[in-house]
């Protein structure tokens, strides 16, 4: 079992940039792989950016690219996404995701708001 909690969402102007965390509970954080997912009003939930339990591989998507990056420190069990450049389009909630094969976990989710 693994608890999530997200924090460091907020509102800022378009341009800025904010960096979310993800503290996991559990002693078999660093087996998981890791993802930041995003919801804005009246869209599905969709992937924003992945990193395996190693550091390995990283996985962003398109939209993100180049100005968001995500990483991890295992000593502390917990997951970063750093966001730049920020754009109105960027507006959602934002929740953090554990998955070890057929399990996933949530976070509650943090509100991130850019204003044009």
């Known amino acids: 079992q693994v608890q999530l909690l997200e924090s460091g969402g907020g509102l800022v102007q378009a341009g800025g940039s904010l960096r979310l965390s993800c503290a996991a509970s559990?002693?078999?954080?660093?087996?998981?792989?890791m993802g930041w997912f995003r919801q804005a009003p009246g869209k599905e939930r969709e992937s924003v950016a992945r990193?395996?339990?190693?550091?390995?591989?990283?996985y962003y998507a398109d939209s993100v690219k180049g100005r968001f990056a995500i990483s991890r420190d295992n000593t502390k069990n917990t997951v970063y996404l750093q966001m730049n450049s920020l754009k109105p389009e960027d507006t959602a909630v934002y929740y953090c995701?554990?998955?070890?094969?057929?399990?996933?976990?949530w976070g509650q989710g943090t509100q991130v708001t850019v204003s044009s």
């Open positions: 995701n554990a998955n070890l094969g057929p399990a996933n976990y």
């Open positions: 559990g002693r078999t954080f660093s087996s998981y792989a």
């Open positions: 990193i395996r339990w190693n550091s390995g591989p990283t």
